[in-house]
């Protein structure tokens, strides 16, 4: 690293205990949602496989809840996996999916979070889907570190579709006719079977990588949110990065549609 590299990252390190110094702890985010973008362009970027780029976005993880844990956010969402991403040629579908099982078994042995899954079970490999019960399994006792929603297999009309049917199976074994069930639907009793049930909605959703849309992100959940789209990619996010995002939240005045 040359001396101008070296002189830049102090000046990013120093204004970031600057920002960091003026957050105010009351204004931070209950829930915060992120839609980890760009580790293919990273990695075509600096030169890299695509795998190489999808390991260091999961690299970046752990350094993230922490800041996160740190500002006293509560509940994370990671979005890992998409329901559009099995599309993708396997060549690079496999080595993807081998890096979210061992980003899981991390999460999942650290000791600081509470993992839970949110996304279709029923279209994952069995592997996955037994990885991503034992973390929830071994996790299941930590009441005071975050809860880390991984989003795998995860998309936002699937969570709808979901809900609703399980709102009608749930009927159906009550005995209640489709008169009696439409007579009762609301907002939120199809919130009681979204695969958030009992958390708090997204405060804010970060998006990385420039990109401006939600790809179908907790569209159910999201109807109030704060986003904060931001250039760099996921692999390269910084922690300045996210406290501006923070300070950039604690500025907005929620309306919530008042």
Same mark, same amino acid.
């Given at each position: 690293m040359n001396l101008r590299d070296r002189l830049r990252g102090l000046l990013v390190r120093l204004y970031a205990r600057r920002v960091e110094g003026h957050l105010d702890h009351a204004q931070v985010p209950n829930h915060i949602g992120v839609i980890m973008d760009g580790n293919r362009r990273w990695a075509k970027a600096a030169g890299s496989t695509t795998a190489q780029g999808h390991q260091a976005g999961a690299d970046k993880i752990e350094e993230f809840l922490g800041w996160c844990s740190e500002t006293d956010v509560k509940v994370v969402t990671l979005w890992l996996l998409s329901t559009d991403n099995f599309d993708r040629p396997q060549d690079e579908l496999g080595p993807l999916l081998g890096i979210i099982e061992d980003t899981v078994r991390s999460l999942g042995s650290d000791g600081r979070w509470r993992v839970h899954h949110v996304g279709a079970t029923d279209i994952l490999p069995s592997g996955m889907r037994n990885v /991503?019960? @034992?973390? @929830?399994? !071994?996790?299941?006792?930590?009441?005071? *570190? $975050? =809860? =880390?929603?991984? !989003? $795998? &297999?995860? *998309? &936002?009309?699937?969570? $709808?579709?979901? !809900? =609703?049917?399980?709102? /009608? /199976?749930? !009927?159906?074994d009550k005995g209640q006719s489709l008169d009696e069930v439409a007579d009762k639907v609301d907002v939120d009793l199809i919130g009681k079977h979204l695969y958030t049930r009992a958390q708090p909605d997204p405060d804010l959703v970060i998006r990385t990588s420039g990109e401006q849309r939600l790809s179908g992100f907790m569209l159910w959940q999201t109807a109030h949110s704060e986003y904060y789209f931001c250039d760099v990619f996921w692999p390269a996010f910084r922690k300045v990065d996210f406290l501006r995002a923070l300070r950039d939240y604690a500025a907005r005045n929620r309306r919530f549609g008042g």
């Amino acid at each position: 690293m040359n001396l101008r590299d070296r002189l830049r990252g102090l000046l990013v390190r120093l204004y970031a205990r600057r920002v960091e110094g003026h957050l105010d702890h009351a204004q931070v985010p209950n829930h915060i949602g992120v839609i980890m973008d760009g580790n293919r362009r990273w990695a075509k970027a600096a030169g890299s496989t695509t795998a190489q780029g999808h390991q260091a976005g999961a690299d970046k993880i752990e350094e993230f809840l922490g800041w996160c844990s740190e500002t006293d956010v509560k509940v994370v969402t990671l979005w890992l996996l998409s329901t559009d991403n099995f599309d993708r040629p396997q060549d690079e579908l496999g080595p993807l999916l081998g890096i979210i099982e061992d980003t899981v078994r991390s999460l999942g042995s650290d000791g600081r979070w509470r993992v839970h899954h949110v996304g279709a079970t029923d279209i994952l490999p069995s592997g996955m889907r037994n990885v /991503l019960k @034992e973390a @929830e399994e !071994a996790t299941a006792h930590v009441v005071d *570190g $975050i =809860v =880390v929603n991984v !989003a $795998i &297999g995860y *998309g &936002g009309r699937q969570e $709808i579709a979901d !809900a =609703v049917r399980s709102m /009608l /199976l749930d !009927a159906a074994d009550k005995g209640q006719s489709l008169d009696e069930v439409a007579d009762k639907v609301d907002v939120d009793l199809i919130g009681k079977h979204l695969y958030t049930r009992a958390q708090p909605d997204p405060d804010l959703v970060i998006r990385t990588s420039g990109e401006q849309r939600l790809s179908g992100f907790m569209l159910w959940q999201t109807a109030h949110s704060e986003y904060y789209f931001c250039d760099v990619f996921w692999p390269a996010f910084r922690k300045v990065d996210f406290l501006r995002a923070l300070r950039d939240y604690a500025a907005r005045n929620r309306r919530f549609g008042g």
